[in-house]
């Protein structure tokens, strides 16, 4: 079992900044990958970013070049560093973890007002 624990969320205006962070504990791997979803209101979760042990990331389109997406294999601690927020970015964001099965964190809310 791994224990997903997010922090960060929070109210801020357009085009600020936040930055949430998700640290995992319990039956880690080495290899693994972490990241983030998100879901708004009425829509499905989508993957927001992700990144592997070894530090190799992955955005959706809609975050290239606003949102940045580091860990700490020491701390097993994944970061998303969101910039430049949009009002669409609101949501509730969730951590996860992957190593043959996926652990969800319980979600932290996200909202970026006009």
């Known amino acids: 079992q791994v224990q997903l624990v997010e922090s960060g969320g929070g109210l801020v205006q357009a085009g600020g900044s936040l930055r949430l962070s998700c640290a995992a504990s319990?039956?880690?791997?080495?290899?693994?990958?972490m990241g983030w979803y998100r879901q708004a209101p009425g829509k499905q979760r989508e993957l927001v970013a992700a990144?592997?042990?070894?530090?190799?990331?992955d955005y959706a389109d809609s975050v290239k070049g606003r949102f940045t997406i580091s860990r700490e294999n020491a701390k097993n601690t994944v970061y998303l560093q969101m910039n430049s927020l949009k009002p669409e970015d609101t949501a509730v964001y969730y951590c996860?973890?992957?190593?043959?099965?996926?652990?969800w964190g319980q979600g932290t809310q996200v909202t970026v007002s006009s």
């Open positions: 319990g039956s880690i791997f080495s290899i693994n990958t």
């Open positions: 996860y973890y992957y190593r043959k099965s996926t652990y």
């Open positions: 990144i592997t042990s070894g530090g190799s990331p």
